[in-house]
T-cell receptor, first 114, second 114 residues
Framework: GENVEQHPSTLSVQEGDSAVIKCTYS??????FPWYKQELGKRPQLIID?????GEKKDQRIAVTLNKTAKHFSLHITETQPEDSAVYFC?????????????FGGGTRVLVKP | ETGVTQSPTHLIKTRGQQVTLRCSSQ?????VSWYQQALGQGPQFIFQ???????GRGNFPPRFSGLQFPNYSSELNVNALELDDSALYLC?????????????FGQGTRLTVV
């Protein structure tokens, strides 16, 4: 089955700096890679996703890059703000059937210091 | 609000007991996936229901079972509870005839087994 590894497990950045989180996956059949943000005590919320036919996607201050050959993808947050502090999860989905069967990474706790 | 609701929000059970958790999917969504999130870890896929049929299962024993109803709401049942079953249980609904559609998560049910 799929295995997703995520690094680092914690990340502390100064407000205004950039944050980068990296994930690797094992199943070459995976074709959909969402990123979720989970604030303390709240539900995971999708912040950006990318499909395997795209190498990069950007949405305002966040961007995701995908290297299918190397089986890794990364989340980039620029100009970080205190409200970016949360746990971020990457995930992979094989797109084989209905809905989603996501395999998640272990999470990165991001702390943005004002 | 995403429209996915779970009940109850918190639950305390004794080892060996049985528990039923409920999930109402977002309007129009026909797929519900269940995830277990242990403290400090990423969610792990338990199983998925698509149009009332089980459509994939993760690495969980048979004492984890579920249902999906004609209105696409879903239940997760866990028999013979063990201490390690203590976790946040998340359901996610999506509209799927293929994978890679956005998963909308509920707020979760925090289960504590004592």
């Amino acid at each position: 089955g799929e295995n997703v590894e995520q690094h680092p497990s914690t990340l502390s950045v100064q407000e205004g700096d950039s944050a980068v989180i990296k994930c690797t996956y094992s199943d070459s059949a995976s074709n959909y890679f969402p990123w979720y943000k989970q604030e303390l005590g709240k539900r995971p919320q999708l912040i950006i996703d990318i499909r395997s036919n795209v190498g990069e996607k950007k949405d305002q201050r966040i961007a995701v890059t995908l290297n299918k050959t190397a089986k890794h993808f990364s989340l980039h947050i620029t100009e970080t703000q205190p409200e970016d502090s949360a746990v971020y999860f990457c995930a992979a989905d094989p797109l084989k059937a209905a809905g989603n069967k996501l395999t998640f990474g272990g999470g990165t706790r991001v702390l943005v210091k004002p | 609000e995403t429209g996915v609701t779970q009940s109850p929000t918190h639950l305390i059970k004794t080892r060996g007991q049985q528990v039923t958790l409920r999930c109402s999917s977002q309007s129009g969504h026909n797929t519900v996936s269940w995830y277990q999130q242990a403290l400090g870890q990423g969610p792990q896929f338990i199983f998925q229901y698509y149009r009332e049929e089980e459509n994939g299962r993760g690495n969980f024993p048979p004492r984890f079972s579920g249902l999906q109803f004609p209105n696409y709401s879903s239940e997760l049942n866990v028999n013979a509870l063990e201490l390690d079953d203590s976790a946040l249980y998340l359901c996610a609904s999506s509209l799927g005839s293929g994978g890679g559609t956005e998963a909308f998560f509920g707020q979760g049910t925090r289960l504590t087994v004592v």
